[in-house]
Every structure is written in structure tokens, then in C-alpha cells.
């Protein structure tokens, strides 16, 4: 239900932006028109404008282009002071929870197990030998 909602809304607003476009190429065809048909005077003084407007626009990319070199420079500062030590500190803490691990294993887990099985195979040699009696013997 709401992809299609999505999707209407996308379709009208493509529709929006092509009626906008044709609308603006009418407009600039009917400029064009018009300026060829007129004098050279006001021909000049449309130049001028579209010149002026070209140069405010070279500025607007040049302004642009500043702030993304800026933004860029910042960028890499923040992964070569603050991303590189977070993503060591986080190798270290990898290898400290390994090596706890690891200790753990070796001085808990194995002694316990190993405890453990001596002490099945110590029951099951007092069961064989008569001392225990099984607990789940079928008569």
C-alpha cells in the first residue's frame, strides 16, 4: 500500500518536473525568437545580462567548490585522529577478550572437565565393582 503510494508520488512528481522542462524550452525557444527578430541594442543588453548572470554563477561553483575542499580536508582529519585510535583501542580490547578467553579456558574450564571425568570414570568403577548401585536399573 505505501510503495504504491510511493510510486504515484514519484510518477506526479516526474510529471511536474517534465511539464516544467517542456515549459522552460517553450519559453526559451519563444526568447530566442523574439531576440533575433529585435535590434541589436537590446540584443547587447540581453548579452550582458546572461554574461553578468554567468559570472554570479561562476562564483556560486567556485564558493562551492571551497566548502567541498574544506569539507574533504575535515573528513580526513577525522579518520586520521579519531576513527584510526578508536579502531586500535577496539583491535586491542579484541585481543585482551581473546586472551581472557583463553586463560579462562585453560585454568577453569579444563580443570573442571577433566575433574568431571574422573569423577564418572571413579562412579562407573564403583558400579562395576558392586560399591553404587545403578539408579536407573530395570528389574
Known amino acids: 500500500m505505501e510503495k504504491e ?6 510518477k506526479i512528481a516526474l510529471i511536474i518536473i517534465a511539464v516544467i522542462t517542456i515549459l522552460f524550452l517553450i519559453g526559451t525557444t519563444i526568447g530566442v525568437v523574439y531576440l533575433a527578430r529585435s535590434g541589436a541594442q537590446i540584443t547587447s543588453q540581453v548579452r550582458d545580462i546572461f554574461i553578468i548572470v554567468l559570472v554570479l554563477e561562476s562564483f556560486l561553483i567556485g564558493a562551492a567548490l571551497i566548502i567541498l575542499i574544506i569539507q574533504l580536508a575535515l573528513l580526513s582529519n577525522l579518520l586520521q585522529n579519531e576513527i584510526r585510535p578508536i579502531l586500535s583501542s577496539t583491535k586491542e580490547t579484541i585481543r585482551t577478550v581473546k586472551g581472557t578467553s583463553q ?3 585453560e585454568r577453569a574450564v579444563r580443570p573442571i ?5 574422573i569423577l564418572a570414570g571413579g ?5 562395576i565393582i558392586g560399591f553404587i548401585r545403578k539408579d536407573n536399573q530395570k528389574e
Do not use: N
Not at 5 to 10: A, H, I, N, P, R
Not at 123 to 127: A, I, N
Open 5 to 10: 503510494k510511493k510510486s504515484q508520488s514519484q
Open 103 to 105: 586463560f579462562i579456558s
Open 113 to 117: 572437565v577433566s575433574i568431571g571425568g
Open 123 to 127: 562412579r562407573k568403577l564403583f558400579e
